[in-house]
């Protein structure tokens, strides 16, 4: 009879949590603020992300690096090698590493 008692305790708190989930989750939020929201876009028809950008930021389409520039025809450019570049051991096409001496300006 223990066993039984047990058995129907749990199943009436089983149905009680239950109960109170089911109530819970059928009550719906209060949506009148966003409806607030909709007939405010409704009345002006702009959406809110629908303004100019301030005047001298960032456009979000434009680019950060900027626009390469060509130096003029004979311009002297000083370069520090990374290594010794040698006629016996390099070939047309090698690669080689350096460093810039002073700015182009």
């Known amino acids: 009879m223990t066993l039984s008692k047990a058995t129907n305790a749990a199943v009436s708190i089983f149905l009680l949590v239950l ?3 089911i109530i819970g989750c059928a009550h719906q939020p209060n949506l009148q603020a ?3 929201n909709v007939s405010t876009v409704a009345n002006d028809g702009k959406l809110p992300f629908d ?5 001298g930021g960032l456009s979000p389409t ?6 390469p520039e060509n130096l003029p025809a004979g311009t ?3 370069i520090r090698l ?7 051991t390099s070939r047309s096409g090698d690669i080689f590493e350096g460093f810039l001496d002073e700015p182009v300006v």
Not at 51 to 55: F, R
Not at 62 to 67: A, D, S
């Open 34 to 36: 966003a409806d607030e």
């Open 62 to 67: 434009g680019t950060l690096v900027p626009k």
């Open 19 to 21: 109960l109170a989930f």
């Open 82 to 88: 990374q290594s010794a570049v040698s006629s016996a």
């Open 76 to 78: 002297p450019i000083t």
């Open 51 to 55: 303004h100019e950008s301030p005047k």
